[in-house]
Structures are given as structure tokens and as C-alpha cells.
């Protein structure tokens, strides 16, 4: 497949080999569809206008080109009434999600896991089969089913990916939390959903200490009733009270009955059965439970890794990710695809700040996955790991999480590879899954992600909802894809879900990002265009610092945003908390201290702000919304559009060139 004819290689960062595009998954898919329909595809540009104009063709072949374990009736793949909203895919197939991640079988490892430099473990694909075999068999005797909801408050480790494994096998749905979360950030997720099994672990490492998850989890069970079981996986070596808690159990207890057990009894369902339950992170109130179709997972992620990430069952698959964030769930996909999961626990900086390259070079990995963050974090303290480390295993680099700027890019060729992929992505919780990313058949531009992915009609619009190029707007998708949420949990009208993505233009996906197309074809986006935070790549709810900040006495309301940071070469944000408080209340050190606290312990540390900043009134539209954006565009000094439609708008001056704000 020839590079589309407007690219100039020869300014590019990175050009692919002629033997590595003609090996690759990509060009492999292309060949099998031009045999199996007739066409032909002069580029990756004619690849992708086939994949969206015949979605039919196009998710079929895929389906076969990575070999689907489904009973699939037909050749129907969706159902809809014109409506975006209401898309059914393959009616008539039944598969099981966990049954395709483990199809691969032997001797050769399925996980590998480091907790830190203090734990080291490795399971082979049979041992894992084994390990979900027993834990599915437990499960269905405890009466799981179906339907039911499964929950994880787990660090990302072997026995996490076991418990996914065994709750789909079953049918059931599952959904998981990091455990740096505190209670209140935990019961604001589970606490709507009402799993009936809780998996725990007794603690996790972070940067060489241990903490402990006991007492949080006391907390949290006792405030979630539709508890039956609660499964304690010993970790850190604390040795829990279990009596403490009414139907907790460790793994191994819960498990020892079904030692012999050595199948499993796949459930055969729809293709649009639920499969996770993941969180947004939205700006008004509880986070958005939005319910993945378990066909939908494995198919979107059977393509991203085998055609745009180049995986196959030699692959070594890292992606540095909690249980929180939708790359792990990414990351367990790679199962299907026969790739081993390189699995770890705890800071990317530990052990001297090499833990990630130790990791990489032990493990040979071949594709690592981290945040744009991270890679910018190494290049502000000038590493150099290339010359500490062997890179020769690795041959794709993703990113995500946050825009890779242009001189990341340098520094990754310069300090970690010069002969790599690097593959920029960019999606997230509401797809599981890419709207833009890498093509291993393509040239690499710095500063831009390489294109839109196949099967994802992709474009860019402006305010009055009309394609735009060489300009900035709204990324947008106008046609259907396989992982569009199913619904949100709780939502029973579906009036969440269109205001989600689907209000602003007429039948038409609106992600939420801000963004431009490229020359090349490829996509710079540059940052959400709502008011979610997003300091250091992670993406962050203002309504869950409310909710912290709501329980602090002094304080009557707040607003909080991310700052572009440093103010004159932003390279990232950082979070600010601007607070009215009570009459007689004053913003000193002790209050300050209390406020980041609360924060602190009842979500995660990346939620408490850089900067606290007292003013006198907080502006908020008439019918009583506070307005972030139009708050953050003033502390950047960006005009305010429609200060009409605020109750007060003399307000937002104060918060203009503050002081506080300058270092």
C-alpha cells in the first residue's frame, strides 16, 4: 500500500521501512479485504473512506481478519432507525468476551506483574485460564449471574484482570476503581451501580511506601447493601480483620473448593451484552456510569492492537494505567490479540526514577504504553534512558492521556529510540477506545497524531456544525461505531446520554475535544473544549473537588479550573481552587491545609489543587450554574462569550491577573 501521495516523507520525524509496512497487520487487513471485496485501496486514505462508507464490509472483516470466537448467524452487522442513538450491532451473534481473551493457550506468559521493584511475578496463558476457571466456578456458586454487577477496588495486578475474566465469562458486569481513591470518590461510582461481589486488595505501593486499604474498605462496604461478598487478595501483607466485614473472604478461601475445577462454562450472549461499567468525568454531579457492549470492547480493541498497534502473539503489551482509567481496560483486551500484559503497581518514578525501563528491559517489551506526561517528565529532568537501557525490543511507543507536544516527540526519538513508532492517541472513557491514533504503514509528524482510525468517521467541526479545516473546532464522529456506550447506568430516559454527546449537533457525536486536521492528515488536539481538568494528563471532574470542598464548613462555594502552567510555555495544567467563604472566615494556611486534606483523602492526590485563591462571589449563569469556562478564559485573559447569560457577571473580574497565580 503506497503512502498517499500529498505526504512528503522526507520531512517527517519517523518514515516506516518498506519491509516493516509490507509485515504489518495493516497491510495484511488491506490485502484480505481487496481479495474478499473486490476493491482496491491506493492508500491508507482509500482504506479508511472504504471502512466508514461500508461499515458492513469493513467490521466484518475485521471480525474475521482477527479471528472472533462468536457464533456469528448472517451477515448483519447493525440495526438502526437513522438514529446514531440507537445502533444494535451484529443482532444475531452470541459470543463471550472472556472466552476470545483466553483462546490463546500454553506455556508462554499471559502476565507479567511488578509491584514497584518489591514484587515480581509471572503467569503463563494456562495458569490463567486455570485461575479464571476456579474463580468463575466460585463465583456462580455464590449465585453471580448474568447482569449482576461486579466490582474491583484493586491495584492493577494479576488477580484484577482474573476477576474481569471471570465475572464476563458469567455474564456479569464489571467495574473497577484504583485504590487511591478515597471512600467518598469510590461510593460515588459503586454507590450507583450496587455491585453485589467487592474484589479488594489489603493495600498497594506507591514511590517505595505502603499503604493500607483496610480502613477504606470498612467504609465503603458498609455503605454499599447490595454487598453479598467481599474478596480480599493479600498484596501488601497487612492481614486484615475479615470478621470485620460480613461476607468478606480471601481469594484463596473463596476459591478452594473448585481447586480441581479446569473449564469454563462460557455464557453465549448478545453482542451488545454489557460488559464494563465505566466513569466519566464530568462537571455536574456524580460521575456518568456508561455501560460498554462487550462486542463492541473486543472488537474496537481487536483492530486498535492487531491493525493500528502492529500486536501479534509475540507481542510484550505494557500501558502504565490504574484501574480507573479505560487504558487498562485497553490493556487487558491485548489477551485476544495473544499479546502477554507486562502489568504494574505503583510510581512510574520509583527506584531511582528507572522503574519503567528497568521493567522494559528485564521484560523485552515491545510495545510501552505511558502518558504524554510522563514522557514530558522524563525530558524536563533530562534523562537520557537510551543510554542506561536497551530499547532494541520495542518497537511502538504510545501515548496518551493528555496532547504530546512537538519537542516530546524530539526527545522521545533523541532519548529513547530513534527507530520507533511512536503512536500518539487520543479517545477515551466515552468510546473505550480511539477516535485518532497510529498507522504503522504511515509516516510520523511531530506534534500530530498520525490519523483517524478506521471504522471512525471522523471529522471537524465549527460552531454551526459545518466541516472545517486548517482551523480549530469540535472533533466529532458522524456515523455509527461498534463501542458507542450502550447507556448510562441509571438513565432509564436516555436524556443523559444525548445531552452527552448527541445535543449540540443533530444525530452526530460531539466528543468534547478541541482540535484541528493536519496537511498530513493527522489530528493536533488541543485539550477538552468543556471544563473537565486535565492536570498531567489525567482527566478530572470539578464535581468531584465540589463534593469534598461542599463538606468543608468555612466554605460557602467554589469554582475550580485548570491553569494553563508555566503561564508563558504551558506545557501542562495544574488545578486551582477559587473559594467564597463564610462571613469572618479567612483563607490562612491552617484553612488552606484543611480544604487540599479533604480533597486529599476522599479522592486522589492528582485532585488537590496547586493554587487555593479566596474571592468574594462566585459567577454562575441565572438559572444558578457556575461557570468554569467562563472563569478559566479569564484568568488566561481570553474573551468571554455570552457574559448575557450570567445573574452576576461584575464577578468574573476579580478573577483577572490575580497574583496568587503567577508562580
Known amino acids: 500500500m503506497p503512502l498517499p501521495s500529498e505526504m512528503n516523507p522526507s520531512t517527517a520525524s519517523w518514515v516506516p521501512n518498506p519491509s516493516r509496512i509490507e509485515s504489518s497487520g495493516m497491510a495484511k487487513f488491506c490485502l484480505a479485504a481487496e481479495q474478499r471485496w473486490g476493491r482496491s485501496f491506493d492508500s491508507y486514505d482509500a482504506l479508511h473512506k472504504w471502512s466508514i462508507e461500508h461499515l458492513d464490509e469493513f467490521w466484518m472483516s475485521v471480525w474475521d481478519f482477527c479471528d472472533v470466537v462468536a457464533e456469528r448467524r448472517g451477515d448483519k ?15 444475531d451473534a452470541r459470543l463471550n468476551f472472556a472466552q476470545n481473551v483466553l483462546k490463546f493457550r500454553g506455556d508462554k506468559d499471559a502476565l507479567v506483574f511488578w509491584g514497584e521493584d518489591r514484587v515480581k511475578r509471572r503467569i503463563s496463558r494456562d495458569e490463567l485460564y486455570l485461575a ?49 481513591f478515597g471512600p467518598q470518590g469510590v461510593l460515588d461510582r459503586f454507590g450507583q451501580i450496587e455491585p453485589v461481589v467487592l474484589f479488594v486488595a489489603d493495600g498497594y505501593y506507591y514511590n517505595g511506601k505502603q499503604y493500607e486499604s483496610w480502613p477504606k474498605v470498612r467504609e465503603i462496604a458498609a455503605a454499599l447493601p447490595s454487598l453479598k461478598r467481599v474478596i480480599v487478595t493479600p498484596y501488601i501483607g497487612t492481614k486484615p480483620d475479615l470478621s470485620e466485614i460480613k461476607g468478606a473472604s ?58 493500528h498497534g502492529g500486536m501479534t502473539p509475540d507481542s510484550r503489551l505494557f500501558y502504565f494505567a490504574t ?10 483486551s491485548g489477551l485476544a ?45 533530562a534523562m537520557a534512558p537510551n543510554r542506561t537501557h536497551d530499547f532494541s525490543s520495542v518497537q511502538v511507543i504510545f501515548s496518551t492521556g493528555s496532547p504530546l507536544l512537538p519537542e516530546a516527540y524530539d526527545y522521545v526519538f533523541e532519548a529513547f529510540k530513534r527507530d520507533v513508532h511512536v503512536s500518539s492517541i487520543s479517545g477515551g472513557t466515552d468510546l473505550l477506545g480511539a477516535f485518532v491514533g497510529g498507522n504503522p504503514i504511515a509516516p510520523v509528524w511531530r506534534g500530530e497524531i498520525q490519523c483517524k482510525m478506521l471504522g471512525m468517521s471522523v471529522d471537524v467541526y465549527d460552531e454551526d456544525g459545518f466541516p472545517t479545516r486548517g482551523k480549530k473546532g469540535e472533533l466529532v464522529c458522524t456515523r455509527p461505531f461498534p463501542t458507542q456506550p450502550l447507556f448510562f447506568w441509571g438513565d432509564p430516559d436516555r436524556e443523559k446520554y444525548h445531552r452527552a454527546y448527541f445535543a449540540r449537533f443533530d444525530n452526530v457525536w460531539c466528543h468534547g475535544d478541541y482540535c484541528e486536521m493536519t496537511e498530513q492528515g493527522g489530528y ?8 473537565t481538568l486535565n492536570p498531567g494528563g489525567v482527566r478530572i471532574g470539578t464535581s468531584e473537588i465540589y463534593r469534598q470542598v461542599d463538606r468543608v464548613s468555612e466554605v460557602v462555594e467554589a469554582v475550580t479550573i485548570g491553569q494553563n502552567w508555566p503561564p508563558k510555555a504551558p506545557s501542562d495544567v495544574r488545578v486551582v481552587l477559587f473559594v467564597k467563604l463564610r462571613e469572618g472566615a479567612v483563607l490562612d494556611q491552617a484553612l488552606d491545609a484543611k480544604i487540599k486534606q479533604m480533597i486529599r483523602e476522599n479522592t486522589t492526590p492528582r485532585h488537590v489543587p496547586a493554587r487555593i485563591v479566596q474571592v468574594d ?34 464577578a468574573l473580574e476579580q478573577f483577572r491577573n490575580r497574583p496568587e497565580l503567577a508562580a
Open 77 to 91: 452487522v447493525s440495526v438502526d432507525d437513522g438514529s446514531m442513538e440507537s445502533v444494535c450491532w451484529f443482532p
Open 132 to 180: 479464571v476457571a476456579r474463580l468463575a466456578a466460585a463465583l456462580r456458586a455464590a449465585g453471580i449471574q448474568k447482569g449482576d454487577r461486579v466490582a474491583a477496588y484493586m491495584p492493577n495486578m494479576p488477580e484484577t484482570i482474573v476477576a474481569m475474566l471471570a465475572s464476563a465469562s458469567l455474564g456479569a458486569i464489571y467495574s473497577s476503581a484504583s485504590p487511591d
Open 250 to 307: 480471601t481469594l484463596d478461601d473463596f476459591v478452594a473448593p473448585f481447586a480441581t475445577e479446569s473449564s469454563i462454562r462460557f455464557e453465549q450472549l448478545p453482542f451488545d451484552h454489557p460488559l464494563y461499567i465505566v466513569f466519566s468525568s464530568g462537571t455536574t454531579g456524580v460521575p456518568k456510569c456508561i455501560v460498554h457492549r462487550a462486542g463492541g470492547a473486543l472488537l474496537l480493541h481487536l483492530k486498535e492492537h492487531q491493525l
Open 323 to 332: 484501574c480507573s482509567w479505560v487504558m487498562w481496560n485497553w490493556l487487558a
Open 337 to 381: 490479540s495473544g499479546a502477554a500484559l507486562m502489568l504494574y503497581d505503583g510510581s512510574p518514578f520509583a527506584a531511582d526514577q528507572n522503574i519503567l525501563f528497568d521493567y522494559m528491559q528485564a521484560e523485552r517489551f515491545t510495545h510501552f504504553g505511558t502518558s504524554a506526561k510522563f514522557i514530558e517528565a522524563c525530558q524536563k529532568a
Open 524 to 531: 493536533i488536539i488541543h485539550g477538552r473544549s468543556d471544563a
Open 617 to 650: 462571589d462566585i459567577p454562575r449563569t441565572k438559572s444558578g450554574k457556575i461557570v468554569e469556562l467562563a472563569v478559566r478564559q479569564v484568568v488566561h485573559n481570553e474573551p468571554v462569550k455570552n457574559t448575557e447569560a450570567l445573574a452576576n457577571p461584575a
